[in-house]
């Protein structure tokens, strides 16, 4: 057992008058909203790897954390699974996730790494028996050893795509093990730092069946859950392949797998290649891709992938209404992908981060939920296109060539004249319930 949490109660809701750090504010699981409990609409996880694995390091400095389970033993691997059960708890969270690498040791061979991680899968399934804590999903790190240095699934060296596969096997045979609801693929060395050593054609095939085997397997193995790509353009790698929603589409739709993978999204990742979080959330919906979320900020100062816990309820809410218009999540949820800042050292420090975190993502949630059954903003958008419900409009469309929309305009003498898009106004209503 651990201690590292000495002292700190397990949170509750005391609503927004709470006087407590140690309470949640907004964030109320069984509150009713548009119908359903709002644990089971934001289904929170806790990633394994900033909160338990990180050890407080950036680009110029290194550990700053201090950590009791650090060390490359089974016993330390086990203590640090108690500590994050224990932090399930005192969150009361639903779901977490994990890398093979976040929770075992490297062994001196794959074989010794297997062993390693096959105990610790036992003793997350032992833990699991006596908590409430579910995992949302889990993944493989394909990205950390020096061996992935060119890529995993795209390296020039068949050895590393070998050991990569074998990796991956494992994992997804440990979420399943586990009842893990998704698997994520997030391919950090998947890219080319320059074009004089890389050949993209060569690349692209390996990716696309590295990918084809892995949807080969969930139905062999039978994995109810989702195949998810997470998209980032870059850091690592200069150019990474899976650079955004519209990137990943393409590349499914290339290796005959847009039915069969979806995507986990983070707003970390969507600035990062130059879009909004909500943008990226939209064209998943509309490509029938949208799969779950890994939910963070980054700093607007910095030109790099910072992982901090999200405090802005504005940002968020756009978020989330994307969220509700797609449906809301089937099998994915809101992970937070965020970590301590290196000077936050405490236990307490952990804790409040993602109770704050929580907190923010329940007031976004709820506030983009008002605004969605209020209709408001959906009716303008549906005016707004209007015109094309008209029935000869929709023939145009579905059958019209250029010689026959030609002669209507023509016979019509059609004059069309602008509308205004009124996006103040609507802004001023979106406003008004955030």
């Known amino acids: 057992m651990t201690d590292f949490f000495k002292d700190i109660p397990q949170l509750r809701y005391e609503g927004p008058d709470s006087s407590?750090?140690?309470?949640?504010?907004?964030?109320?699981?069984?509150?009713?909203?548009?119908g359903k409990r709002l644990e089971d609409h934001l289904r929170f996880g806790v990633?394994?790897?900033?909160?338990?694995?990180?050890?407080?390091?950036?680009?110029?400095?290194?550990?700053?954390?201090?950590?009791?389970?650090?060390g490359d033993t089974m016993a330390r691997a086990k203590l640090k699974a108690d500590v994050a059960f224990k932090m399930f708890d005192i969150l009361n969270a639903p779901f977490f996730c994990f890398h093979d690498a976040d929770v075992r040791p490297e062994g001196e061979s794959f074989a010794e790494s297997l062993r390693n991680f096959e105990e610790i899968v036992d003793y997350f399934a032992a833990k699991m028996e006596t908590h409430r804590t579910r995992l949302l999903w889990g993944t493989a790190n394909l990205f950390s050893h020096r061996r992935f240095m060119a890529g995993a699934a795209t390296n020039p060296d068949p050895d590393v795509f070998a050991w990569s596969a074998a990796t991956v096997k494992a994992c997804m045979d440990a979420t399943k093990k586990l009842g893990g609801q998704n698997y994520v693929l997030w391919g950090g060395r998947e890219g080319y730092e320059t074009l004089l050593n890389t050949d993209l054609s060569r690349e692209a095939e390996q990716a696309g069946r590295f990918l084809q085997m892995v949807v080969d397997y969930k139905h062999k193995i039978g994995f109810d859950g989702a195949i998810l790509i997470e998209p980032k353009p870059q850091e690592p790698s200069k150019h990474q392949y899976?650079?955004?929603?519209?990137?990943?589409?393409?590349?499914?739709?290339?290796?005959?797998?847009?039915?069969?993978?979806?995507?986990?999204?983070?707003?970390?990742?969507?600035?990062?290649?130059?879009?909004?979080?909500?943008?990226?959330l939209a064209l998943a919906s509309s490509l029938g891709l949208f799969g779950s979320i890994d939910m963070n900020r980054n700093d607007y100062q910095s030109g790099w992938d910072t992982d901090q816990f999200p405090d802005s309820v504005p940002e968020m809410a756009r978020a989330y209404y994307e969220v509700i218009r797609a449906g809301g999540f089937t099998t994915g949820g809101t992970n937070f992908d965020a970590k301590l800042r290196r000077q936050s050292l405490d236990p307490e420090d952990l804790i409040l981060a993602h109770a704050g975190a929580m907190d923010v993502c329940a007031r976004a949630f709820k506030a983009a939920a008002a605004l969605f059954e209020d209709g408001s903003l959906e009716r303008a958008r549906a005016e707004r296109y209007a015109g094309w419900d008209d029935p000869a409009n929709i023939a145009m469309l579905s059958s019209g060539t250029l010689d026959s929309i030609s002669a209507r305009v023509l016979a019509t003498d059609l004059d069309p004249q602008p509308r205004s898009g009124r996006q103040e106004r609507l802004e001023n209503l979106w406003n008004r319930f955030v």
């Open 242 to 280: 899976d650079y955004d929603v519209a990137t990943v589409y393409g590349f499914l739709k290339r290796f005959g797998l847009e039915t069969e993978v979806k995507v986990n999204i983070e707003q970390g990742h969507a600035i990062l290649a130059g879009h909004s979080f909500e943008h990226e």
């Open 20 to 34: 407590s750090d140690f309470a949640f504010r907004h964030y109320n699981p069984d509150e009713l909203v548009m």
């Open 47 to 70: 990633a394994y790897w900033h909160s338990f694995a990180w050890p407080g390091g950036d680009p110029f400095g290194g550990q700053t954390f201090d950590r009791p389970w650090f």
